[in-house]
């Protein structure tokens, strides 16, 4: 498997530019989960889903924020309006549930760099 | 309000010996607990796990610690190599709570020659 996949590595935008991340988790997982890397929140979670059903999006920071799983193999991030304060690394990961795995952690990709400017 | 906390943003030790890395907690609720290693432009890989029953889980060259009294864990990287220099993330799951993960801020390691 070629593990979890982000799409773009790095994206440029100027502010009030609409942005889209795209992530493909790992087949046969059952939960996809994106996060913010910043310095001074560490990993924050922003959205979750289970089998394509987003379960938590207590994270997502404003309505700006948006995502969405149309199938077990694709996952969207959307923000639109872009701003400045967005910048920071997004990470997709995706895992098995409860009942399968033994560690219950999760696969990452690598990430998208997003700086608005 | 962050639940899992690793108020050391950067450690360094020499080539050969013990680094250990700390992690606290607030939410009793927590029932496993990971540990997660990141290098630059890669994204974090799971590095090893405890469950809240256990109080050590050890793995070749890493070790665990969870002393649930204090809300705390730590990682034990015996001998630290040039390798493990990366960021470590402390995670932790709820008893309950699907397969949610909550990361700490992490720590910067750096192991010199």
């Known amino acids: 498997d070629a593990g979890v996949i982000q799409s773009p590595r790095h994206e440029v935008t100027e502010m009030g530019q609409e942005v889209t991340l795209r992530c493909k988790p790992i087949?046969?997982?059952?939960?996809l989960f994106w996060y913010r890397q910043t310095m001074m929140r560490g990993l924050e979670l922003l959205i979750y889903?289970?089998?394509?059903?987003?379960?938590?999006d207590s994270g997502m920071p404003e309505d700006r924020f948006s995502a969405k799983m149309p199938n077990a193999s694709f996952s969207t991030l959307k923000i639109q309006p872009s701003e400045p304060r967005d910048s920071a690394v997004y990470f997709c990961?995706?895992?098995?549930?409860?009942?399968?795995?033994?560690?219950?952690?999760?696969?990452f990709g690598s990430g998208t760099r997003l700086t608005v400017v | 309000d962050q639940q899992v906390k690793q108020n050391s943003p950067s450690l360094s030790v020499q080539e050969g010996r013990i680094s250990i890395l700390n992690c606290d907690y607030t939410?009793?609720?927590?029932?496993?607990f990971l540990w997660y290693k990141k290098y630059p432009a890669e994204g974090p890989t799971f590095l090893i796990s405890?469950?809240?029953?256990?109080d050590k889980n050890e793995d070749g060259r890493f070790t665990v610690f969870l002393n649930k009294s204090a809300k705390h864990l730590s990682l034990h990287i015996v001998p630290s190599q040039p390798g493990d220099s990366a960021v470590y993330f402390c995670a932790a799951r709820v008893a309950g709570g699907g397969n949610k993960l909550t990361f700490g801020t992490g720590t910067q390691l750096k192991v010199e020659l």
């Open positions: 889903f289970n089998n394509n059903v987003p379960i938590d």
């Open positions: 990961a995706s895992s098995f549930g409860l009942s399968g795995g033994t560690n219950y952690g999760y696969t």
């Open positions: 405890i469950s809240s029953i256990k």
């Open positions: 939410n009793s609720m927590f029932d496993y």
């Open positions: 087949s046969g997982h059952d939960y």
